[in-house]
């Protein structure tokens, strides 16, 4: 089993940065998407951004131009976060696509980030 694990979360002030990592228990290079999400308390988890195999990189309208998703050669997914503003709070989600004979979904437990003055 694939596992995956956030950083990097925290309390910033509006027009502050932070830097989220996902650790994956292997090396990624060959995961067909790479992707975070972010939830917050009575809304649906919503699809921030992802990478895909072949080269498509997509954001979510509100964070283009402040968020970057990236990945190293090994085993970790960035999402560099700029100019946040205090919608950006919630709970942010790593996940991964794997094609093994067949497609399975991994899930990291959640880093919260907090955007207030």
């Known amino acids: 089993q694939v596992q995956l694990v956030e950083s990097g979360g925290g309390l910033v002030q509006p027009g502050g940065s932070l830097r989220l990592s996902c650790v994956a228990s292997?090396?990624?290079?060959?995961?067909?998407?790479v992707a975070w999400y972010r939830q917050t308390p009575g809304k649906q988890r919503e699809f921030v951004a992802h990478?895909?195999?072949?080269?498509?990189i997509n954001y979510i309208d509100s964070v283009k131009g402040r968020f970057t998703i990236s990945r190293d050669d090994k085993n970790t997914v960035y999402l560099q976060m700029d100019s946040l503003k205090p919608e950006d709070t919630a709970v942010y989600y790593c996940?991964?696509?794997?094609?093994?004979?067949?497609?399975?979904?991994?899930w990291g437990r959640g880093t919260q980030v907090t955007v207030s003055s």
């Open positions: 996940y991964a696509k794997i094609y093994a004979t067949s497609y399975t979904n991994y």
């Open positions: 292997i090396s990624i290079s060959t995961f067909a998407i």
């Open positions: 990478s895909t195999s072949d080269g498509n």
